[in-house]
């Protein structure tokens, strides 16, 4: 807080905000984002260097360095649009001499002629600019979108929103300067939460570009690190251990009769984990009677009512066998989150929450977070794309009881991928129809880019392993035409086939960071990952090494359960593609390649 003697500042901060809120309404057409509007309070007889809510406070000689270290945001004619905005929207106004309370008993009142002096002078700035080194530009995004773009960033909502949108189009960016217009704003911080637990370290860092002060109000967190922080505020700890998890649903699974169903399209102990991960905990079923009802949203796989009954016994005893243990899993995690948020509330005081890829989060997470957000205006937005959910299992809002009707938004020009790379990715899933989380069918794709690039490679090869080789070329042609390593990323299926590429690269001398480890910070070396690990992410070149066109079988599948795992599939390459912005390579295994194959890891050639 400020304060001019014993008096607050508080209402010259409102002041100040309804100011930048003004310039940004009167500029929102030339698509200038709020965070690039800042005021500054000069003065003259104090040396400090301090950020209140989003007014700068600078001394006269911190006023001058902190010019000339402000990063490159405008090119000429953009500088000259803003000014004559500004111009318009704030006329110069007829300076008079401040009228001072007594003035301490040292110092004489100060006339307008002693702060013209004190502050410094154009010609003084226009030298200390010169002198200092120039500035790099920041990306154009940080200071300018689309006016749609902007006035989402900003407008009043009375309940949670969404913004919704194919891949590439913005919706990060718009959650990010939505962040940081309500950080400058809040007492509270502003959560900015994501599935994907390597994404919060590159938020945070692209945020603290945009606005540092903001940055330090914002908390980017992974949903699972989030509420294991919350049981600690609330003196409560979940243990997991996950081999002791993966024991217990093993034995539970072993013992199971749903193993020896005739009955049951799909026998892979995995689809039943998720079975539990997804629809019956991950939902937040109490019950049997509620599972035996549940219209199963996105699984494909038909249970029967006697079938439901084994999966209910195989799930009670899966939890039987964690309490031996010892251990939760996450979604008890989640659980006891929820709880400790509702029973506590006082202890989360929060401005708001954003939702990053709201589609990989199960119901549970997202009423944690809802009930986290709290209730009252601009509270809780969604960010998402049905298209772009690779795991099994939906909902929609309306049971996860939040209603965003009149609040949900639909960005659609691709600022990522050239339209070549967005046509190849949206082949694969363009007459796929998915269920929104809003409860529509979504039965077309809808976004289109202005971008112009080469056609994407796409082409077969034998095996993952030879592909992998092929790609590797192509990555050396494109590093000695002059693009760094840093800005190529190879992405896999697995874990098993990420760590193979990786070894394979290091076989070749390439230099290679892992996924996992990658916070955002520009790095020399190619990055390797899941495709679930690059989700929320992009990269000028993007490698494929081992993908396939058409699935192999699983033995006595039945065609709704393969069509199911062949959507996930489609859906997790248009992600994968999708992290394309200059230059994607494809590399199918051929048709020919046998279900053990796939199943020991494709590359293993
Ligand atoms: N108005 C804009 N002008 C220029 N670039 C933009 C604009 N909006 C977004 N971008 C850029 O487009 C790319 C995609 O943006 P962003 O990551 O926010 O999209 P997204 O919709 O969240 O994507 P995805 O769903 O695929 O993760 C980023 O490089 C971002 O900086």
Redesign the pocket.
């Known amino acids: 807080m400020v304060y001019r003697g014993q008096d607050s500042c508080a209402d010259d901060l409102d002041n100040a905000d309804r100011l930048v809120d003004a310039l940004a309404e009167g500029l929102e057409h030339l698509?200038l984002t709020s965070t690039a509007i800042g005021v500054v309070w000069a003065f003259t007889a104090h040396s400090v260097d301090a950020a209140a809510r989003a007014v700068r406070l600078l001394g006269a000689t911190e006023l001058i360095e902190w010019i000339t270290r402000l990063p490159r945001r405008f090119s000429v004619e953009q500088a000259s649009a803003v000014s004559s905005g500004v111009a318009e929207i704030c006329p110069a106004m007829e300076a008079t001499p401040p009228t001072r309370r007594p003035a301490a008993r040292h110092r004489r009142a100060e006339t307008a002629a002693d702060i013209q002096d004190v502050l410094p002078g154009i010609d003084e700035l226009v030298k200390a600019l010169l002198d200092a080194e120039l500035t790099e530009p920041i990306?154009?995004?940080m200071t300018?979108?689309?006016p749609e773009?902007v006035r989402l960033t900003r407008t009043h909502w009375t309940g949670p929103a969404r913004v919704r949108?194919?891949?590439?189009?913005?919706?990060?960016?718009?959650g990010l300067h939505r962040a940081t217009y309500h950080a400058l704003r809040s007492p509270h911080p502003i959560i900015f939460a994501s599935f994907v637990r390597t994404l919060p370290r590159v938020f945070a860092e692209l945020a603290r570009i945009v606005s540092e002060p903001a940055s330090h109000n914002i908390h980017f967190v992974g949903v699972h690190q989030l509420a294991a922080e919350c049981l600690q505020k609330a003196g409560e700890h979940v243990h997991i251990d996950s081999a002791k998890v993966d024991t217990a649903f093993g034995l539970a699974w072993s013992r199971s009769e749903l193993k020896h169903s005739t009955s049951i399209a799909n026998h892979s102990p995995m689809y039943w984990k998720e079975e539990i991960d997804y629809v019956i905990k991950g939902r937040g079923l109490t019950g049997f009677e509620q599972y035996r009802d549940l219209h199963r949203i996105g699984r494909k796989t038909p249970l029967r009512s006697a079938d439901r009954e084994r999966m209910w016994d195989l799930y009670l005893a899966y939890e039987e066998q964690l309490g031996l243990r010892g251990t939760g899993d996450f979604n008890d995690l989640i659980l006891r989150a929820r709880e400790a948020v509702r029973r506590y509330p006082s202890l989360f005081q929060y401005a708001g929450v954003i939702v990053?890829?709201v589609q990989d989060l199960n119901l549970i997470s997202l009423q944690f977070l809802d009930v986290l957000s709290g209730d009252g205006p601009n509270r809780m937005l969604l960010?998402?794309?049905s298209r772009?959910s690779v795991y099994p299992g939906g909902f929609t809002l309306s049971e996860a009881g939040i209603n965003v009707a009149g609040r949900a938004h639909v960005?659609r020009e691709n600022?990522?991928n050239t339209a070549q790379i967005l046509a190849t990715a949206s082949a694969l899933v363009a007459d796929d129809a998915v269920l929104d989380i809003e409860g529509t069918v979504e039965d077309r794709l809808e976004g289109t880019s202005t971008r112009v690039g080469g056609k994407p490679t796409v082409l077969s090869g034998p095996d993952g392993k030879t592909l992998s080789s092929m790609a590797i070329d192509d990555m050396t042609t494109a590093h000695a035409d002059g693009t760094n390593w840093g800005n190529m990323a190879a992405l896999t299926r697995t874990t098993r086939e990420a760590r193979q590429m990786m070894a394979l690269l290091r076989l070749r001398g390439i230099p290679t960071v892992s996924l996992t480890d990658y916070a955002g910070v520009t790095i020399e070396a190619v990055k390797v990952g899941t495709i679930k690990r690059a989700?929320?992410l992009?990269f000028s070149h993007v490698y494929l090494p081992a993908l396939h066109r058409e699935l192999p079988r699983q033995v006595n599948e039945t065609d709704s359960s393969y069509e199911e795992r062949r959507s996930l599939y489609r859906r997790e390459i248009y992600?994968a593609m999708?992290r394309a912005?200059d230059h994607l390579w494809a590399g199918y295994i051929d048709e020919k390649s046998t279900e053990a194959e796939l199943s020991r890891g494709s590359m293993l050639a």
């Open positions: 698509g990306e154009s995004w300018f979108l689309h773009q949108g194919p891949a590439g189009t913005g919706k990060t960016v718009v990053d890829e960010l998402g794309d772009q960005l600022y990522r989700k929320g992009e992600v999708t912005r």
